[in-house]
């Protein structure tokens, strides 16, 4: 893959990897960008079909649960449908705040148990 954004995958575990950029790591903006590819297939792909569905009708959002896999912490988080990829927002800045997130870090995406998992792993953290 040519996006410079996308970390190595380990496809079975955290088919999503990405590199964070400055944008994600804002806290006055905090919202992660994904783009379409592979999230929408990998991710989008895994939620049941009334997700997906609200996913691609007006207004393009839906509540999901995510779990820092790091910590076991659960939040509510949104997931917006912006045409290009998608957008994870809401209790973002929290996640940016606690886990002290920075551009290059890198953080891997899954789905599983109907909520989206993450984590930053040790070896990117600074």
């Known amino acids: 893959m040519n996006d410079l954004n996308y970390a190595p995958q380990e496809p079975e575990m955290w088919p999503v ?31 049941d079909e009334e ?26 988080v ?5 045409g290009s990829g998608y957008n994870i927002s809401n209790k973002w800045g929290e996640v ?9 870090q890198v953080i891997r995406v899954r789905w599983a148990d109907g909520c989206l998992h993450f984590t930053v792993p040790p070896q990117y953290s600074n």
């Open 51 to 76: 997700q997906k569905k609200i996913l691609k009708a007006d207004p393009f959002r839906l509540a999901i649960q995510a779990v820092d896999d790091d910590t076991n912490e659960r939040r509510e």
């Open 78 to 82: 949104i997931v917006t449908n912006v």
């Open 96 to 104: 940016i705040r606690k886990k002290k997130l920075k551009a290059k």
């Open 17 to 47: 990897s990405k590199i964070l950029t400055s944008s994600d790591t804002s806290v006055s903006n905090a919202k992660l960008h994904f783009p379409k590819h592979p999230f929408e297939e990998r991710i989008v792909g895994q939620m």
